[in-house]
């Protein structure tokens, strides 16, 4: 039960940043992983205009083998994470974290340009950290039966 | 001196109103104010960025952040000898090397980033080196630098703060910052601050050390 993968979308969908967070990650060429970044943004617009309730967009898709979650800042850059179907994780916590690494990490770096892909070691690192800590608390609270940490 | 003690007693006497600039406020602020990491960190990103825009090479952009460190680190001694001692500045003049750089690595620290550095070392190699250590400058705290830019360290900011104290305290010298790879296998980067001083600093410390 483990994360597959982080997409960063930025605000005129395209992909700036995607991680694999597991072995159990698909393996794909940088092309696909620049499809799939792209239609999601599609998708999430989309989604907001045929909704029938005042949406922001695609918050969370949850399937069989899957669960997708994604966050959308009021800047427009959208936070996407899957996981397999089954983790015991707070998505929603996760993206959180993300989002705070990514303001903290990204946008302090003098050499990191707005809306292009990232490329900055100390947030990859930050990333695999917070994902260490989620599987590391999750496997604690197995035996209480997946209580709040 | 005391013009300045009256001015600050006249803005603390006149009533309950809230100081209407930064000039009028009291030199020695009392508790210590402190000032927003992320306000700094976006403010020394563009730093960052003014000198990457006027340099042609990566000692360039050091170079630059150096000088502009240097800049402060001359107003830096005055404020800072000022504050001390509750702000009497009655706190000692420092002619000795040993006095000036225990002075910097732990008052001067901590008048700037609230701790004290982490040590302050003399070469083996050579007399005339210096070298403080300091684990996760605040500079390099949120910076990554990308493989195009080697070894650039945005700590050549800070190394131009202590240059820049040490010249106004009539110890000439020059300071760089250098990245060395930590001994007990941790992920960062350690920084170190290199300070030689000049020879004419060697000679008067020898002088002095004869007279006792």
Redesign the interface.
Known sequence: MTFLQLFIINRSGGLIYNQDLSPAAPRLDTNDWLRMGSTFHSLHAIAAQIAPIVTSGIEKIETDTLKLQSFQTRTGIKFVITAEAGSPFDLDDVLHSVYEAYA??V??????ELEQPI?????T?QINRICAAQMGGSKASRGAGYSMY | MAALSSSSRGAASGGTRQNSSTLDRPIVLRPRLEVSLSAFAFLFSEIVQYAQARSMSISDIEQQLYTQGTGIGHKLLELQCLREKQGKGEGKRQNRLIGILTFISSDVWKGLFGKAADSLEKSNEDEDEYMIHEAEPVTNQFVSVPQSMGNLNCAAFIAGIIAGILQSADFPCEVSALLTRPDDGGTRDRTVYLIKFSPEVMDREERLEKKG
């Open positions: 903290d990490l946008l302090k770096n003098p050499f990191y490329s900055c070691q100390l947030f690192d």
